[in-house]
């Protein structure tokens, strides 16, 4: 038997990216590579890799850097060290990769399932690069998760249902990277969700780039949207939770409203990107839709289910934008009231239509209005995390935290919530009592009673 390989595989960037990481280590694990934490003494290390800003596709060569002296030392050691990077920035700028760094293989999102026979091409020809957008679903080809690896990746799971975008705004590399949307089919998404909750999975959260132009085939033939997927997948014996992420405000439809309402398993948080408040910006970037096209679909979504809470993303210093568009920005944070929210400054990316805008913020400006969104954004969610003190909350329990004793788990709203409690209760749904707010933690009880959830949930929803 030859011995194991080892693999070391390091992810930038989003969502997807962690579950790709996983997509891959499942299939390498049948050609004997197994996971390792250092890249020093992998013989295998996979950047997996995002381009979405300027910075986090730097990182990319300052981390091959690094692995230039690792590579070279595992040479002299008499080992070889393969280097691949994968994701975001090998489907963008392949080539330049080569040119720049000891790298072994390239390959893009959509070719994963050819890693193992690129990985040999490279032994034999020195090199090998792929980041074609093969017709092919990669989803058929990659192997699945190993009850084990299932088990030790935790109770709470990504599933990719959908993947690229046609949506194309102007400051997006995504379209490019990641391709045209395509979404898996509902029967192969149950499969996978079936295998992940026979192995102690509870909480799913569906991704895509754009989670909810989700439209895979049912077994029924038609076209199915996210709502009808997400009311399926919740007669999953053992799925508690459910999530999806990211979603778009103009493909939010009747059904994912409905799925709000009807269904427990569906929790009331959605990350809802809108990028700015201003019109004029929003045209620029070619988001499709105004402000108040935004609040509308807010209000759809509150009055479907009260307790629900949102999270959005921004960019600051979008080329054009002025102090009074930015005023709107801060005037829709201040009308929304989000529990969370993350926001960027513009950076223009290579092959976008608005990177041949000229830029008219200075960075000095963009750091200005960074500082006064993120503080507004603080704000809000400082005074919804302190609303939970006092109440009692579900929490799904996790996994063992840093403290002796203590177990932490999440609430709906992705809160970190600690007890002290026997670690048997992973993996369950316990009512929790909170007495107080440790930085962005809610430590409590377990609560004797089982909470009434709309009533201890609502006093909590933002917008107060
Ligand atoms: N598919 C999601 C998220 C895309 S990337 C969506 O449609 O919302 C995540 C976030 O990165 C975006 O929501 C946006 O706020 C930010 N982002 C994307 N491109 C950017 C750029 N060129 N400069 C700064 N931030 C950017
Ligand atoms: Fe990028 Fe826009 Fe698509 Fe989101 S919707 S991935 S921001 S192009
Ligand atoms: Fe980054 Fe690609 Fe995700 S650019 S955000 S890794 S889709």
Redesign the pocket.
Known sequence: MTPPRKLHIKSYG?QMNVYDAQRMVDTLAPEGFVETASAEDADLVILNTCH??EKASEKVYSELGRLRTAKDEAARGGRTMQIAVAGCVAQAEGEEIVRRAPVDVVVGPQSYHHLPELLKRASHDGRAIETEFPAADKFGFLAQPKPEAIRARGISAFVTVQEG?D?F?T????PYTRGAEVSRPVAKILDDVKRLADNGVRELTLIG??VNAYHGEGPDGQSWPLGKLLEHLSQVPGIARLRYS?S?PRDVDDSLIAAHRDLDALMPFVHL?V?SGSDRILSAMNRKHTADDYRRVIDRFRAARQDIAFSS???VGFPGETEEDFRATLALVTQIGYAAA?S??????PG?P?ADLQETVSLAEMDQRLERLQGLIDSQQSAFNKAAIGTTVDVLFEREARKEGQIVGRTAYLQPAHVMASPDIIGKTLPVRIDSLERYSLLGELATKPVAREAALSSMATGA
């Open positions: 989003c979405i800003r975008c949506k705004c400051f997006c590399v995504v780039q754009n990211t778009h990107p990028q993303d921004f960019i993350y960027f400054k513009y950076s223009a990316r976008t608005a």
